[in-house]
């Protein structure tokens, strides 16, 4: 690409530095998200990421330019669960680590309902939702990556137990909250297949619609509705050849 893009020609001589640059800022980049917890505060949300062997973490992202933290959980939130926690959220209710250089704020989310319906609002980036035992995640760690008490991969999840742990202490749930159904680990959203284009979702909680023939009201549809004009690419590519 750098040998045949004329702007990009002059670089190629600096590209290892460029790259090694760009790798550095983007670790440095503060992340913000939210650890949501449902009604009993015995169970948090935690997504999967697309590629086959990915970790599950807390629904997090980067933080776009001059963008405020909560402002940032917000977006990333809806983005990767489809659910705005924008009235749930206290500005003085949150977690914050630093992860090699990396400042990572999570605030806290209490209080949802298991069956609320959750699915992401992007393509190719979260494979699965689900709610998830703090008592299987513990015991914490200060490690970005680690495993839960049944194997699960878990990344950005540990160094936030100690704190999370201490905050539930001083928030308890009501008692008619802690349940038996709150027992058990609950799947809300997945993905059939993530390998090729024909990838579907499906919702064992039946919490998403599924009916093609109503409108797609939410957040970001114009994204999801677009779509390459192939043709038109692949005829200007070979006429770009073909003038050379």
Known sequence: MFNNCAALRPYINHL??????????????PVSGAIILDESHERCLLVKGWKSGSSWSFPRGKKSKDEEDHICAFREVLE????????LLNLDDYIEVVIGEQR????????????????PQTKKEISEISWHRLDEILPASEEAFSR????????MVAPFLT???AWIAAHPPPASQKTEASAKGLCVWKVKSNSGSGSTAENPLHIVPSDSHNADLRPGRSFRNFRFDI???LQSMEAAFSAK
């Open 16 to 29: 290892d530095d460029i790259y090694k640059d760009f790798t550095t800022y983007k670790f440095r980049v």
């Open 80 to 87: 990767e669960t489809g659910f705005n926690i924008s009235k």
């Open 104 to 119: 990572v704020r999570l605030y806290i989310i209490a209080g949802v309902k298991e069956d609320t319906a959750f699915a």
């Open 148 to 155: 839960g008490a049944n194997g699960l991969k878990l990344y």
């Open 163 to 165: 704190g999370l742990k």
């Open 231 to 233: 043709p038109t690419i």
